[in-house]
């Protein structure tokens, strides 16, 4: 199994001194989340929480432009600076809007089966394989019936440029994972094998490949 790159105090470290330097990644997270939004027709649901919401830049974007304006939204982040800044940018939403700090852990404070979309946006390449698998339980835990997971991260390179990048990041991953924030390329459709895979695209800018993935719960799950 891939460990962990930083410990979760590191994590939280880090991303507390990054910041709202965490918009400059839209150069190639933009592009992720149009391709995400496109397919996944989040206008049509009432509810959604997501799993490391950084500065709220993606939820003011939701918020704004794609979710109906009765929808609510609930996220967490194991970052104080992060929790702040989403706060202050989500607060014209009002009580629609749900944030809180995460200690770290990957199970959430919501019912079974209470919210229609589950979204986590380059978080899952900070953990481990182990961590990754207890967010995908999770996540069909509070996932309703029918439920749609939405997840987009750095993933394996696609084509020569971009392969070549990719290994030089891992390089620099196994170097010192904070030189890249603690991620690293994961390859999301290997947590997915019992849920019902709608949508899969990679997509490069600026030689770093990104996954996006959507995913239904099955009835299986339901059942079980």
């Known amino acids: 199994m891939n460990q962990r790159g930083l410990s979760h105090t590191k994590v939280e470290q880090f991303y507390d001194g990054h910041g709202a330097k965490q918009d400059g990644a839209g150069y190639y997270e933009n592009a992720t989340w149009n391709d995400l939004i496109a397919h996944a027709k989040l206008d049509e649901v009432s509810s959604i929480f997501e ?22 939204y609930w996220g967490c982040d194991v970052s104080s600076s992060m929790v702040g800044l989403s706060k202050k940018r989500l607060e014209k939403f009002g009580e629609r809007v749900h944030i ?23 978080v899952l390449d900070i953990l481990s394989d182990d ?9 069909q835990r509070i996932l309703k019936k029918g439920g749609l997971l939405c997840l987009t991260g750095l993933t394996h390179g696609k084509g ?19 030189w890249v924030g603690g991620c690293r390329p994961v390859a999301l459709l290997n947590f997915l ?32």
Do not use: C
């Not at 490391?52 to 939701?62: P, R, S, Y």
């Not at 020569?160 to 904070?178: C, G």
């Not at 094998?193 to 800018?205: I, P």
């Open 100 to 122: 809180w700090k995460s200690s770290g852990e990957f199970t959430f404070s919501l019912p079974d089966e209470s919210v229609d979309v589950f979204v986590s946006n380059y």
């Open 160 to 178: 020569l440029l971009s392969k070549l990048w990719t290994a030089f990041w891992h390089l620099r991953f196994m170097i010192n994972p904070q």
């Open 193 to 224: 094998s019992e849920w019902d895979v709608l949508y899969r695209n990679v997509l490069v800018a600026r030689a770093i490949s990104s996954e996006v993935v959507l995913a239904r719960k099955s009835r299986l799950q339901s059942v079980l």
């Open 51 to 72: 799993f490391g919401g950084g500065t709220g830049k993606f939820a003011e974007l939701l918020l704004s432009e794609h979710l109906h304006q009765t929808a609510t």
């Open 131 to 139: 961590e990754i698998k207890t967010v995908i339980d999770e996540a």
